[in-house]
Nanobody
């Protein structure tokens, strides 16, 4: 059974930066896509960004383009989400998920393993 664990959330002031980490246990992560999602209070879950097995990133949220960067370290079975110039609207629980099939960034419903999430609060 794969296990996904996020870390790095916290409280940050508007304009600040934060780096979230995702660690996956029980599998060698290299062949699989990894994606980050977020869910703001009272709203549905949104797909933020995906990183393909090749390392190529696909950004899904226009409001975050230019402010986020994703990377992966296959040797450590980890992925990171770097966010800059954070806004109060970025307040959400951020989730990492992996696909259990070897393919590029599938639709949300096809991600098989999810972490419990890490909370990010952007507030002064």
């Amino acid at each position: 059974q794969w296990q996904v664990v996020e870390s790095g959330g916290g409280r940050v002031q508007p304009g600040g930066s934060l780096e979230l980490s995702c660690e996956v246990f029980g599998v060698t992560l290299a062949p699989y896509a990894i994606a980050w999602f977020r869910q703001a209070p009272g709203k549905g879950r949104e797909k933020v960004i995906c990183i393909k097995p090749s390392g190529e990133a696909v950004v899904f949220m226009d409001s975050l383009k230019g402010r986020i960067k994703v990377s992966r370290d296959n040797a450590r079975n980890t992925a990171s989400l770097q966010m800059t110039d954070l806004e109060p609207e970025d307040t959400a629980t951020y989730y990492c998920a992996t696909d259990a099939m070897v393919r590029n960034c599938p639709p949300t419903a096809l991600y098989d393993f999810w972490g419990p999430g890490t909370e990010v609060t952007v507030s002064s």
